[in-house]
C-alpha cells in the first residue's frame, strides 16, 4: 500500500525544490479547519482569528478531504523556485472548466455526502463560475492568512531547502529522502520512492523528475500526487516549524547581548537558519536598513558569513558564533 513513485534514469537528474505561496494558503485554509494540525501555529491563529472569521471557507473545505483526493488545480506544483503568488493565482484562474470539474468531483466524492450536497451540487453545476469564484476566495485567503507573514515564511522554507540541497549534495537521494518524513522511503534498488498510505497509487514519472517543496502548514502529514498533467510532486513538512512563530530575543543568552548590545545579539540569534536582510529584518520587526548595518558589523567580526543565492544574499552564522550563541565557546 502507498503511494509510489517509479524514476527513470532522466528522473534522477531533475528532482528540483520549489516554494509555492499558493500551496502555503490551501494549507493553511486547511490547517483552520483541522485541529490536529494547529499545534506548532497557536500564535498565528491568535493573529489571524478576526479577519479570518470573516472569510466564508466552506467551498475550499469542501475539496479538502481529509483522505483521498484534493483538488489540485487550486494549488497546482509551481513553475520555478521563485514563483510569486500573483503568477499561481493566473494560472489557477486559467484552469480548464472541464478538467476543473473532473477534479472537483473526484474530491467530493471522497467526502460522504458532498456530492449530493447544496454546495457540492453548484460547485459541478457551473465550473466556469466555480473556477472564478474558488480562485477569487483563494485570494482573499491569502491575503488574511499568509501574506502579512509571508517573509517568515519564505525564510523558513528558503532555510529548508538550503539544508536538504546540503544533505542531497552530501548522500546523495537516499541520504536526502531519508530525512524528508517517516513516511516517505527510497528503495534505490528499484529507484521507487514511496509516501506510506491506507490506498495503492502509482506514478511513473516519465523523465518529468520529481518537485520537492517544504511546507510550514503541511505538518505532521506528509502530501503527494498531482495527477497529470501536473508535475508530480512531494511535499513534506519544513523544519524548524517549532520555532516559526516564537517572538525573536526570548532566547538570546543575556551574557551575549551584555557583549554585543541587545540588537545586535537578537540578530545573531535570529540566524538558526540562513536567511537575508529583508527576511531577518520582518522577523525582528526592524527597519531593513538597520539590520543590514548590524550584520555588516557580524560579518566583519568573522562571526557570520555571507552567500548569493539568487537575487538575495543570505547570511550564516560561523562556527564560532554558534558557539557564542548556544553558550558552548571556550571560558
Known sequence: MGLHHYFGHEDLLRCRFALSPAWETQEAVRTLNRPDRQGY????????????DGLDLRPLWLLMPNRGHSTDFISPPPSGPG??????????????PVAA????????????????SDLGRSLL???????????????????????????????????DVLFHSRRLADGGLQSLFDGLHPDLSWDAASLTLTIERRSHHERVLGGQGLLLMPSAFVWPQIAGGFD??????????????????????RDTPDALARLLGRVRADVLCALEEPASTTALAHRLGLAPSSVSAHLGVLRAAGLLISARHGHQVRYERTPLAIALTTGDAAG
Open 228 to 249: 497529470p498533467p501536473w508535475q508530480p510532486t512531494v511535499v513534506y513538512p519544513a523544519r524548524g516549524i517549532g520555532a516559526l512563530w516564537t517572538p525573536v530575543g
Open 41 to 52: 501555529h497557536l500564535p498565528w491563529l491568535r493573529r489571524i482569528r478576526a479577519a479570518a
Open 101 to 116: 470539474r473532473e477534479d472537483m468531483r473526484k474530491s467530493l466524492a471522497c467526502t460522504p455526502g458532498a456530492l449530493d
Open 83 to 96: 514563483v510569486s503568488f500573483e503568477e499561481e493565482l493566473a494560472l489557477i484562474r486559467a484552469a480548464d
Open 125 to 159: 453545476a457551473d465550473p466556469v463560475r466555480a473556477v472564478r469564484e474558488l480562485a477569487d476566495l483563494l485570494e482573499r485567503a491569502w491575503s488574511v492568512l499568509i501574506e502579512p507573514h509571508w517573509p517568515r515564511l519564505r525564510a523558513l522554507l528558503e532555510a
